[in-house]
């Protein structure tokens, strides 16, 4: 069984999207199956802006290898900075859940 997962983040910047999905395609169970998601573009802009990633796992280990390697980029990218980061981080799948 394959499901769809959506990691949005707020306090952060399209950079930082960027670089999470990055670091997850390094994981050969993710490899392929994460993907930025783009908002339409706004009138007037000239161009998208990045909303979220889309992430395909399977049974197995791929939830915890996406959980983990998740945890592992937030602590190298911001277990440095203060306590109080206002940088959040969500993971949803498509019912809201």
Not at 24 to 52: C, F, I, K, N
């Amino acid at each position: 069984m394959v499901s769809e997962l959506a990691i949005t983040m707020t306090g952060a910047d399209a950079d930082e999207l960027r670089s999470l999905r990055n670091w997850l395609v390094q994981e050969d169970e993710l490899r392929g199956h994460v993907v930025l998601v783009s908002d339409r573009p706004a009138p007037g802009t000239l161009g998208s802006v990045l909303e979220a990633l889309s992430v395909s796992v399977g049974s197995g280990g791929a939830i915890s290898v996406l959980l983990t390697g998740t945890v592992a980029w937030l602590r190298q990218r911001y277990g440095h900075r203060h306590p109080l980061s206002t940088t959040r981080i969500k993971v949803r799948r498509p019912d809201g859940t």
